[in-house]
Structures are given as structure tokens and as C-alpha cells.
């Protein structure tokens, strides 16, 4: 069994969740991490069947899509995604204000000071559709946060 290209940990909230995922991880034939953190979290924990690879997502081939507005006027557009998990991690490290207040002013200064359009781009939800993990409930709330910038702004 493969685990393919994943994000792994960190489980250091609970030490018995911890040891319950190395023994787990220990199981597969191989593991390949996407970030240079999982695959050096991986290491420290002594789980020598991980590598680093890349995203899939950035080795596919572009394909044209119509998205409708603003994306369809020739403008160039900045797509744009954060997860609840870089949110745990942005609370966990202490940072002043709210991950969706920094990532809103960021888009409202991209939408101020370029011709950009912006594309709010969910890439994980859980099947079992639980808010916990979902990026797009993430990217609603900073919709939200933004609303569309006179049309420059949309979610995926």
C-alpha cells in the first residue's frame, strides 16, 4: 500500500494519536510527502519509507475551461487558495489577527493595485461533507470577508 502524495502531520497534539499514526505509517510500502515539513516531520519520527515528491496537481496538463465572469474578459486572474489546516497552523504559531483578515487585505490590495481578477479555488473537501477540513467552507468565509470587488472577485 502507497501513500500518495500527501501532507502528513503534524500529530504532536496527542502523543498516543501520534504513536497510533507512526505505527500506522509504518505499515506501507512507501509514502510520498509534497512538503519539505511532512517529509522532514516523517523523518524525525524515524519512518524511513517517505520521500519527497511533487503536487500532482501542478504535473497535470492545463486544459481550457470556461468559468464565466470576471474570468472571461481577458483579464489575467490570480487563483487562490488556503486550507483550515495552513489556518490550524497560523494559529497554532501565535500570529497576531486572523489568517482571513490577512488573506482578505491581501486580495483586496491584489484587486487595488493590479488588473488582476481573483479566483477563490477550494482544492480539498471531505466526502462526508464535514466543515472541519473543507476548503470550501474556508474560501466562503473569505468571500465573505472580500465580497467580489465590483465583480473581480469570485469563488470557484
Known sequence: TMLFAASVGPFT?????????VNHLRRYSAITVREASSAAYLQKLGLQNAVL???PAFCLEPQAAEL??????????????????????????????????ECAAFIRRVVEETGLAVALLPH???????????DTGFMRRLFAETGDAGGRIAMV
Do not use: C, H, K, Q
Not at 15 to 21: A, D, G, L, Q, S
Not at 75 to 96: E, I, K, M, Q, T
Open 13 to 21: 497534539t496527542d502523543p498516543v494519536i501520534e504513536r497510533f499514526m
Open 53 to 55: 515528491t511533487a503536487d
Open 68 to 101: 464565466g465572469a470576471p474570468y472571461n474578459d481577458g483579464r489575467d486572474v490570480l487563483a487562490f487558495n488556503v486550507s483550515p489546516l495552513v489556518n490550524d497552523s497560523w494559529l497554532r504559531a501565535g500570529n497576531a489577527g486572523t489568517l482571513i483578515g
Open 124 to 134: 480539498v473537501d471531505p466526502l462526508d461533507g464535514i466543515g472541519v477540513n473543507s
